[in-house]
């Protein structure tokens, strides 16, 4: 879409500087050559339903079988899977550098310290669609990790009872997964909404979309560690976060007691935390948000609204979730020579 505005944009301020005596004629042809080239870079970059339509086919049903299968055999596959799509578009964009596997000569972004706690629930399931669409002899190496983890997260959604939607192709792997590209990249559960609206502007994305997305906290879990401040060190004059319900924040501390393995995992949705729905927004108006960051889209009044009407309106939420997970798989897609369509998911070509 920005391609559509590019050249034109360009065309008027290269010729009101010319008229003002700042550029000369080669300048102008020089800069008027270079945004033809860019636009079409950008219309190279726009992805498209049914890409693989003439490639192969049937990609999206192999891949969706795939995923039932891992599904059936543990729930943990969902969120796994969800938070994994996540975590590779916001480092890099939606590139599958994020499943790249760490060599003695270089430390990838799974094991970075944010990522550490990705569930191996989410990676395999990657792994086993695209070996089930290699399996396919005119699909072999035609369909990139990026995009099968793409159609992967659409359809663990929809197993766990939330939308369905068409989901946008064309995204090719990245060349590149550093274990220090991700830091700061990633939400922390201590963030305001300040510090989330940066994070997610950084990357095309609105607070609705910011408020949507983080509505997939809805499954999942998360460790005591995460949140242990809130239950127990808070401040000097409330150890307890007083945004939280007094009764959850009991049943936390009942569940992480101070010398607990930090590794246990709580739930991030106590009520409904196996169906994908918009019980996270009702949590979050009882108090009952498990990170800051997420009771903060309750307790601020910018956002305040928003979790009111979803908190209300299923259908509206499912619908801002579709809007904004689609705009997230846009993020840093990769075509031309900046991608390839790696063999193995876990390592480059």
Known sequence: MQGNYCLPFFLFLSFHLFLMGRLDTNLIYFRLILSVFLFAQLGSAQLKQNYYANICPNVENIVRRAVTTKFQQTFVTVPGTLRLFFHDCFVQGCDASVIIASTPSNKAEKDNQDNLSLAGDGFDTVIKAKAAVDAIPSCQNKVSCADILAMATRDVVALAGGPSYAVELGRLDGLISTSASVNGKLPQPTFNLNQLNSLFAANGLSQT?????????????????KFSNRIYNFSPSNPVDPTLNKTYATELQGMCPRNVDPTVAINMDPTTPRTFDNVYYQNLQQGKGLFTSDEVLF???RSKPTVNTWAQNSAAFQQAFITAITKLGRVGVKTGSQGNIRRDCGVFN
Not at 209 to 223: E, K, N, Q, R, W
């Open 209 to 225: 979309d910011m408020i949507a997305l983080s509505g997939a906290h809805t499954l999942g879990f998360s460790h005591c560690a």
């Open 299 to 301: 307790t601020d009044t």
